[in-house]
Nanobody, 117 residues
């Protein structure tokens, strides 16, 4: 099985920045698309950004221009750099990784991001 662990969340003031990390481990052959999602209490889990194994990226409208998603395939690691954070960005941020061969998706436990005004 693939284990996914997020880190880097915390409390930050509005206008600040955070860099979230996602590390996948376990019996990994190759990871396909990876992504960051977020979920605030009472809301659904929304896409923040995704990145394919080849490096193609896609961002949610609210993240465009403020977020950068990247990955290192050799390390099975992914990052989300978020700048100009707003209180509305407060949520639990989840890492999603997809096994490239069996097409299963694995989720981390989430990391809390809290943006204060």
């Amino acid at each position: 099985q693939v284990q996914v662990v997020e880190s880097g969340g915390g409390l930050v003031q509005a206008g600040g920045s955070l860099r979230l990390s996602c590390a996948a481990s376990g019996s990994i052959v190759s990871l396909g698309t990876m992504g960051w999602y977020r979920q605030a209490p009472g809301n659904q889990r929304d896409l923040v950004a995704i990145i394919t194994r080849g490096g193609d990226t896609n961002y949610a409208d609210f993240a465009e221009g403020r977020a950068t998603i990247s990955r290192d395939n050799a390390k099975n690691t992914m990052w989300l750099q978020m700048n100009s954070l707003k209180p509305e960005d407060t949520a639990v941020y989840y890492c999603s990784v997809r096994d490239a061969y069996d097409r299963r998706t694995f989720w981390g436990q989430g990391t809390q991001v809290t943006v204060s005004s």
